[in-house]
């Protein structure tokens, strides 16, 4: 059986309605968010923004979106069902709708049952240039190989970056190998780097930009538009690096063995 999410709520992408979205919100409030709080494993993993992440040996082709894409040759297109159920509420912002991409067979299911429309390879890069540009987030499960989805997330919206900006929930989310340091000395307290942050770890102290290292989800958002190159990406020490797991079966289990299930499940 499909989790929730990535799953299950997902698939309702064509049969929103106001009356339902309240229901799946409920749920969220009620069911996941306490349960995500007992996690240890986190299931999403933030993918760094490539063009800012210096080129040496550390880089693994999980942290590069190209090579992630490049893996694969069936891609497709999704609205995103954050954004759309905000909308359909009258809420959210107006980042990118259609940004959710598949892979594979994924990009099959999606395809199949009108959920989403088929792009070529550079179609899918492109997609992920205009989310770059609006300020999302790049999110995928958290294991090497074979991955499926690549997420796009704006704060005002994301369920998943929900659990970090609203319930003080980090498990649920793995960060990245790289986290943003700012430069003291170039720093022109200009606040674009704050505006950029999807997750809040950016604020201004005696108008220098002070990134809280502990809540940096290493996405390179803010370092890509800063106008005075102030932040850079740093690689983690290797003891201080998220645990990434070797594919979706794995993940898998790590996760039912967390909350005492058995997996393969029946």
């Given at each position: 059986?499909a ?8 698939f ?6 106001q ?10 409030e009620e ?7 007992k ?28 090579e ?12 995103c ?11 959210g ?14 990009a099959d299911?999606y ?8 792009i070529?390879?550079e ?5 992920i ?7 999302l987030?790049h ?6 190989e ?11 919206c ?11 929930n ?52 803010c ?8 932040i850079s ?22 996760s ?11």
């Amino acid at each position: 059986m499909a989790p929730w999410v990535v799953g299950i709520w997902e698939f309702q992408l064509n049969n929103l309605n106001q009356e339902n979205i309240k229901l799946y919100e409920k749920y969220f409030e009620e069911g996941l968010i306490p349960a995500n709080k007992k996690k240890n494993v986190a299931g999403f993993r933030a993918i760094p923004i490539e063009a800012e992440i210096k080129e040496n040996s550390q880089v693994q082709p999980y942290e590069k979106i190209s090579e992630i894409i490049e893996a694969n040759s069936k891609f497709a297109v999704a609205n995103c069902i954050c954004r759309k159920e905000a909308r359909l509420m009258g809420e959210g912002c107006d980042k990118i709708l259609e940004s959710c991409l598949s892979f594979g067979m994924a990009a099959d299911f999606y395809i199949e049952n009108g959920m989403a429309r088929e792009i070529s390879k550079e179609e899918a890069l492109q997609v992920i240039k205009k989310a770059e540009e609006d300020g999302l987030v790049h999110f995928s499960s958290n294991h090497a190989e074979d991955k499926i989805f690549i997420c796009n997330c704006c704060s005002c919206c994301c369920k998943a970056l929900a659990n970090i900006t609203k319930h003080d929930n980090f498990g649920v989310i793995a960060q990245s190998n790289y986290y943003a340091v700012s430069d003291e000395e170039t720093c022109t307290a200009c606040e674009e780097c704050i505006d950029r942050c999807q997750v809040f770890a950016i604020q201004m102290e005696n108008e220098l930009a002070v990134i809280d290292r502990d809540k940096c989800i290493g996405c390179g958002l803010c370092v890509s538009t800063c106008p005075s190159d102030s932040i850079s990406m740093v690689h983690k020490e290797p003891d201080a690096t998220s645990p990434i797991f070797a594919d979706g079966n794995e993940l898998m289990q790590a996760s039912a063995n967390d909350t005492n299930k058995e997996f393969p499940f029946e």
